[in-house]
């Protein structure tokens, strides 16, 4: 069981907007604790896709957003295309575990 | 240019102990702030955080594995090497090294290494 926990799939059709909820609790995201947001394709490393809420690595498309309020957070996605189809990972950090902490993981279909 | 890069064995025995070596490249461990974690992710299963260390050789534990981990740095050879004992067919995985950043984010991942435990 995940410390962070993400609905096991969502889908869209492409030109759409989708978001992918990460709820928390209180010793990462309640904690004031930032969440990153990765992609992972099939059969590869996860890439980060949003880092600190909000930011984007140089290079990812402003399709892509991060918020975060409280024990939630959540990435959106807009002008979805066929090549944003994959899993999406949230992560932070867990001041009780004093670890990192990911969710189970989101898989997006593009309809 | 950042890189990173697991090696080790692909095949391991149930009860034996798995090495795995992280190699990277673009920063040092010697630099203040530098962090590298790993993680693991069973097929067709989510990411789970392991261990990390630290540039001052801090070292921090996943609470469930923590008995059977241990990480180590070797500045020298720019490596980071992590063993768990003990290993169980439940422990197959692909295992990633990744550097984690100011940020808390892990910004650079190795490619990652398919561990099979398999008697």
């Known amino acids: 069981q995940s410390e962070l926990t993400q609905p096991p799939s969502v889908s869209g059709a492409p030109g759409q907007r989708v978001t992918i909820s990460c709820t928390g609790s209180s010793s990462n995201l309640g904690a004031g604790y930032a969440v990153h947001w990765y992609l992972q394709l099939p059969g590869t490393a996860p890439k980060l896709l949003i880092y600190a809420n909000s930011n984007r690595p140089s290079g990812v498309p402003d399709r892509f957003s991060g918020s975060k309020s409280g024990t939630s957070a959540s990435l959106a996605i807009t002008g979805l295309q066929a090549e944003d189809e994959a899993d999406y990972y949230c992560q932070s950090y867990d001041t009780s575990l004093r670890a990192s902490v990911f969710g189970g993981g989101t898989k997006l279909t593009v309809l | 240019q950042v890189t990173l890069k697991e090696s080790g064995p692909a095949l391991v025995k149930p009860t034996q102990t798995l090495t795995l070596t992280c190699t990277f490249s673009g920063f040092s461990l010697n630099t203040g702030g530098m962090r590298i974690s790993w993680i693991r992710q069973p097929p067709g299963k989510a990411l789970e955080w392991l261990a990390r260390?630290?540039?001052?050789?801090?070292?921090f534990y996943s609470t469930s594995l923590k008995t059977r981990l241990t990480i180590s740095k070797d500045t020298s050879k720019n490596q980071v090497v992590l063993t768990m004992t003990n290993i169980d067919p439940v422990d197959t995985a692909t295992y990633f090294c990744a550097r984690l950043a100011d940020s808390g984010a892990h910004d650079y991942w190795g490619q990652g290494a398919l561990v099979t435990v398999s008697s």
């Open positions: 260390i630290d540039w001052d050789d801090d070292k």
